[in-house]
């Protein structure tokens, strides 16, 4: 049976941090072609590789509630704007042919400026809970870099229960 995820024209996807599927590398806050993992969406959803998103909660599908947010939401906190990667590609010169160097790519992480590989894992969430916005940035940079089972399970306790709120408000609004 399909997922009502691939099969919604208002369902897209954005990277929740870098990795390889099928053998193609996929960066934080790229857009992710649903095409590419027909059947195998939810998986990449559950793995929070990928996040589903929306441009408008009016279009938010009830069946996955928890798990589609709204796309401005998870490019604030991801730290990077659809504006941002139009205004890199149309400065990018299509006839060049060298490679970008590291000083030209998009830092993901810009502006969060607390890196959790520095730090033990009350520190990082004591930080979360002095910074709860940034909690989705601080879980995939945690993937990104120790990757700690127990860090990512608290993460993941506290950005399910903000997104619990983000839907208790949302139906007293409507």
């Not at 369902?11 to 996929?26: L, M």
């Not at 601080?138 to 127990?150: D, I, S």
Request: glycine share 4%; with cysteine; net charge negative.
């Amino acid at each position: 049976m399909p997922s009502a995820l691939v099969n919604n024209s208002n369902v897209s996807f954005i990277c929740a941090r870098d990795f390889v599927w099928e053998g193609e590398t996929y960066k934080m806050g790229e857009d992710f072609d649903q095409n590419i993992a027909i059947g195998r969406i939810e998986l990449l959803v559950r793995t929070r590789r990928i996040i589903p998103v929306v441009d408008s909660t009016d279009v938010k599908p009830r069946m996955f509630h928890r798990e589609v947010r709204l796309r401005s939401d998870v490019e604030r906190r991801l730290g990077v704007s659809s504006r941002d990667v139009v205004t890199q590609l149309d400065q990018t010169d299509p006839d060049q042919t060298s490679e970008r160097s590291d000083s030209d790519s998009v830092d993901t992480t810009e502006g969060l400026g607390f890196d959790p590989a520095d730090h033990n894992i009350d520190e990082v969430m004591e930080y979360v809970e002095e910074h709860p916005g940034e909690a989705l940035s601080v879980y995939a940079l945690e993937e990104q870099g120790k990757n700690r089972p127990r860090l990512k399970s608290r993460l993941d306790e506290i950005l399910n229960q903000q997104a619990e709120e983000e839907n208790e408000e949302e139906n007293t609004n409507d």
